[in-house]
């Protein structure tokens, strides 16, 4: 992704090569949405329309609650400046991995994923926060490999799912 100048949370945060928090979130709540409905749609026998729309809306609806949990907060959050000079980026990143990975005891919810995002484009504005003289290169890479894991299981759980119209446990 090219490098860029943009503005984040009131502070300037130079040439970064992460997308703004907004488009990252819009991003992948949008994608939960399409992928969560569609998805849905493709493994369960066919209910008829009404079933759908409830379904959509609690899609929507668990989708923009957690888009603004891990992109309102914490990703905006993570990526102001720490008034301490710390590598807040890092240290938020795996807040967002932990989560990204204990959250699958939520079986439904798509919670892996939104903080799966959070933490890689966390991660690796802390990474190269940490190559400035910040520290948390290590909270970084964490970060990175927590949120990357989690979204991998991710796939490889959805695909099985699509693929075996079951899921791959239980």
Not at 118 to 134: D, K, N, Y
Request: avoid cysteine; charge should be positive; hydrophobic fraction near 55%.
């Amino acid at each position: 992704m090219a490098a860029m100048t943009e503005r984040v949370a009131g502070h300037e945060a130079g040439a970064s090569s992460h997308p703004s928090w907004l488009k990252v979130g819009a991003t992948v709540t949008g994608a939960e949405i399409v992928l969560h409905a569609g998805g849905g749609t493709l493994i369960n026998a066919w209910e008829g329309w009404r079933l759908f729309f409830e379904n959509l809306v609690a899609y929507v609806v668990s989708g923009v609650v957690l888009g603004l949990l891990a992109f309102g907060l914490l990703l905006r959050w993570g990526l102001k400046d720490s008034p301490k000079g710390r590598n807040r980026p890092a240290i938020a990143g795996m807040v967002g991995g932990v989560l990204s990975v204990l959250s699958y005891a939520l079986f439904f919810v798509w919670a892996p994923v939104f903080f799966g995002a959070t933490a890689v484009v966390l991660g690796r504005t802390g990474l190269r926060r940490s190559h400035e003289g910040r520290g948390g290169h290590h909270a970084a890479l964490a970060a990175i490999l927590l949120g990357l894991a989690a979204l991998i299981f991710w796939l490889f759980y959805f695909i099985y799912v699509l693929i075996f119209k079951d899921f791959p446990v239980g």
